[in-house]
């Protein structure tokens, strides 16, 4: 059973996990894949019953029995999740501290069956079928109340636990919480709208249609582009040109341009870094502020390259070795 702790300075919330073994972190994916092997893969197509039962499955036979074959897609619960369903929210305090057991939903979308398909190489299919099911998650996990925010993520690539071959998948997990670096987000983004009665994500795609030299993509409702304050080299971000707070609230011709700019994102990627790996992460209003005026959800791409001498983990200082606006000449070809 994981444990939610707050910390009393900072006030942003730490899961404790057990369950999680770190030795064992070091070689495995999340939900016990511990081999690229396809035999031992429960992502992979025949190895049905080494998952939990599946949520969610995209397939072309409609007679097709759950956690059966024949699947474009499914979706799973994690069967190592960070945090439980099941579990019921109790808040407790332990002195000064504050503490909640850890209720939530951990899921898995299997976006394959093809165990070895490269993100990079995947078809527009692909990409849709992710996006569709990660839609469909959260607009169902909205329903239950416990749940406060979701996270919907994505590695890809070769990364240090997660081997070459590993099959290709995302997740989505749901938190009893609002973690602080969301609400830091949002206090940002009211206090722009407050002083300038506009969302400020509105303002920088218009100010970045305007300049055009951070810009590495657009098509009819999205851009792509390397952040003017980049964190991280070759940061890119995908922006709905339409204001919407909520990431749920895309609709189906969004969601087709969305799954073509970041197979075009990806292109433009490994032309210029190669197989880097990288994590995607999509940043959307807390469940229970919809349909904000000053927040604006986009998608957040970031390719895991090494800086030497970086000095960001835990000073919160970031030192970025590229100019985005050259990170951005680069990936525009
Ligand atoms: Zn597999
Ligand atoms: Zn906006």
Not at 123 to 131: C, D, S, T, V
Not at 200 to 209: M, Y
Not at 223 to 241: D, G, H, N, Q, T
Request: proline letters at 7%.
């Amino acid at each position: 059973m994981s444990e939610f702790r707050r910390n009393p300075v900072f006030g942003n919330w730490i899961i404790i996990d057990t369950e999680r073994n770190f030795s064992q972190e070091k070689h495995s994916v999340e939900n016990g894949v511990e081999k690229s092997d396809t035999a031992y893969c429960p992502f992979c197509p025949g190895n049905e019953s080494m998952t939990k039962p599946e949520i969610l499955a995209f397939s072309n036979n409609p007679h097709r029995y759950p956690n059966t074959g024949d699947w474009k897609l499914r979706v799973v619960p994690n069967n190592k999740p960070i945090l439980q369903v099941e579990s019921a929210i109790k808040r407790q305090a332990y002195g000064i501290y504050d503490k909640m057991e850890g209720a939530g939903a951990h899921e898995i979308i299997i976006e394959s069956p093809q165990h070895d398909l490269q993100f990079k190489n995947a078809p527009l299919e692909y990409y849709e079928n992710a996006y569709k099911a990660a839609i469909s998650r959260v607009r169902d996990l909205r329903n239950d109340i416990r749940f406060e925010h979701i996270f919907y993520m994505k590695k890809y690539g070769s990364h240090g636990n997660y081997p070459i071959g590993s099959h290709p998948h995302s997740q989505i997990i749901a938190l009893p919480i609002v973690p602080k670096q969301v609400n830091e987000e949002l206090d940002g983004a009211l206090r722009y709208f407050n002083y300038k009665e506009r969302c400020v994500f509105c303002d920088i795609i218009l100010q970045e249609i305007d300049d055009g030299i951070r810009i590495i993509a657009e098509n009819e409702s999205f851009i792509a582009l390397c952040p003017y304050a980049s964190r991280y080299p070759f940061e890119v971000r995908i922006m709905p040109k339409t204001h919407k707070s909520d990431f749920d609230l895309i609709s189906d011709a969004e969601m087709s341009a969305l799954a073509n700019i970041t197979k075009t994102v990806q292109t433009k990627y490994s032309l210029v870094l190669d197989d880097c790996p990288g994590t995607i992460l999509v940043h959307t209003a807390p469940l229970k502020k919809r349909n904000l005026s000053y927040y604006h959800w986009y998608l957040e791409i970031i390719p895991e390259i090494a800086v030497l001498g970086n000095i960001d983990k835990g000073t919160g200082l970031f030192v970025n070795p590229i100019f985005p606006e050259d990170a951005a000449k680069h990936l525009k070809g």
